[in-house]
């Protein structure tokens, strides 16, 4: 069965409710809520957005306020298996896809776990690579602290908390030793490290404050409202940000409504190509892989320690769009386990482990 793709909601402010009823009226997101058993309501979209929250709490909710390494891995029925990878594809959650334009004011990573956070760092040095044009970059996290098992990670190289493992992937990927500016929290509640490559944009690394302090960590609506304040975002500017497939659709539609409609600016929302999701295709601009490793990107990924397009190639080719490999490692974090496929690792985007809207 092929199900056709849907498009996003468009980041244009003009267009985001008719963008929003078409996407959440699709083909594929009906055969999902079918498959758990679910019936469509009738009413306009601010009643089916209304249901379709519920149904997904009651059906979907697999992190149930949890950070993302702890969500349970549902056991599927085949055929309903079969179904969620069908429209996941289909709703933009599964391939990458490459930037709709050449020219941003902004591309804005956003973080997530440790590995993550390297990888979208790393593939966003390599869209600059391959031709996309930007003004400044911003690295968007928190002052979570990491978690055992992100600490016991060789590449996170002794960082504590979410921000900091943005920061060393900054250094890492676009070849600078330290910032040139550092504005700190009196309280330490967040950090704003400023970086000045010497053949590129600006780039900022930011820990923002929790909106609740006290009550939970800052979430991905924080980190982009401080970010547009302390970038100076503005009306017509365009914004890209990189995520991982899976969360495309959700983290699209909130920088749409964090970013676009209160500054009147474009949002388009890319994943990370899951080809280069390995360390070896994305390696840091400094540290080439050796010769001797056993992966190798393939002739069609350069990686982020070639020479960047502002200094070299005012024309490259733009990356193609790709489907999802079979078995290819994709930014999901750690390995986990899924009852639905046997006892292996899982190494491709899990369509089902959906995000809920308390921790992004």
């Known amino acids: 069965m092929h199900v056709q793709p849907v498009p996003l909601p468009t980041g244009e402010p003009a267009a985001v409710l008719d963008g929003v009823a078409r996407w959440i009226t699709s083909a594929p997101l009906r055969d999902l809520v079918a498959a758990f058993d679910g019936r469509w309501p009738g009413g306009d979209s601010p009643t089916l957005l209304a249901w379709l929250d519920a149904f997904s709490a009651a059906h979907w909710d697999f992190r149930s306020g949890n950070e993302r390494p702890d969500a349970r891995e ?122 000045r490559p010497a053949d590129g944009p600006r780039v900022l690394v930011l820990a923002a404050p929790s909106s609740e302090p006290g009550v939970r960590r800052a979430d991905t609506t924080d980190t982009q409202r401080f970010w547009a304040g302390r970038a100076g975002l503005t009306k017509g500017d365009r914004v890209l940000v990189v995520t991982a497939p899976i969360y495309v659709p959700f983290q699209h539609c909130d920088a749409v409504r964090t970013l676009g409609l209160p500054y009147g600016c474009a949002v388009d929302t890319v994943g990370v190509d899951p080809r280069l999701a390995d360390d070896d295709a994305l390696p840091s601009r400094c540290s080439p892989p050796a010769a001797t490793s056993r992966r190798s990107a393939p002739p069609s990924a350069p990686c982020a320690c070639s020479p960047q397009p502002w200094a070299a190639n005012p024309r490259p080719t733009p990356a193609p769009a790709a489907a999802v490999p079979a078995r290819s490692r994709a930014d999901q974090g750690l390995a986990r386990r899924s009852r639905a496929n046997g006892r292996d690792s899982i190494s491709k985007p899990r369509p089902y482990a959906l995000d809920r809207r308390t921790k992004p």
Not at 106 to 127: E, F, I, P, S
Not at 137 to 151: F, K, M, N, T
Not at 164 to 191: C, K, Y
């Open 74 to 195: 549902p056991d599927l029925d085949p055929d309903v298996a079969a179904v969620v990878e069908e429209s996941a594809a289909a709703l933009g959650m599964v391939a990458a896809k490459p930037p709709p334009r050449r020219d941003y004011r902004h591309v804005v990573v956003l973080g997530g776990l440790a590995q993550a956070c390297l990888r979208r760092t790393a593939y966003a040095a390599h869209l600059l690579h391959r031709g996309t044009v930007a003004t400044e970059i911003g690295l968007l996290g928190s002052l979570r602290p990491l978690s055992p098992a992100e600490r016991a990670l060789p590449a996170v190289n002794g960082c504590t908390n979410e921000a900091d493992v943005l920061d060393l992937g900054v250094r890492r990927s676009f070849g600078v030793e330290g910032p040139v500016d550092t504005d700190t929290a009196p309280d330490g509640s967040w950090f704003v490290r400023t970086y």
